[in-house]
């Protein structure tokens, strides 16, 4: 019973805490942004090594 109330009290704290840091540094690319009056190019990378491998050889290499 008591173990219940700890994880209840403590579960998602880690995934809170990476939510809040990653909300305070857009904020701050976001304010930097508007002061310099630049824009903001935003990319998926996900995948990108599998899609490298494809490539030339040189390329694999500045991305490894």
């Keep these: 019973m008591k173990m219940r109330k700890i994880l209840r009290k403590y ?3 880690e995934k809170r805490r990476v939510g809040d840091y990653l909300h305070k540094i857009s904020s701050i690319i976001v304010s930097e942004a508007v002061k310099y009056n630049a824009k903001i190019v ?3 990378l996900r995948h990108i090594r599998k899609s490298v491998n494809k490539k030339s050889k040189n390329l694999r290499r500045r991305v490894k």
């Design 11 to 13: 579960s998602g704290r």
């Design 42 to 44: 935003m990319e998926n």
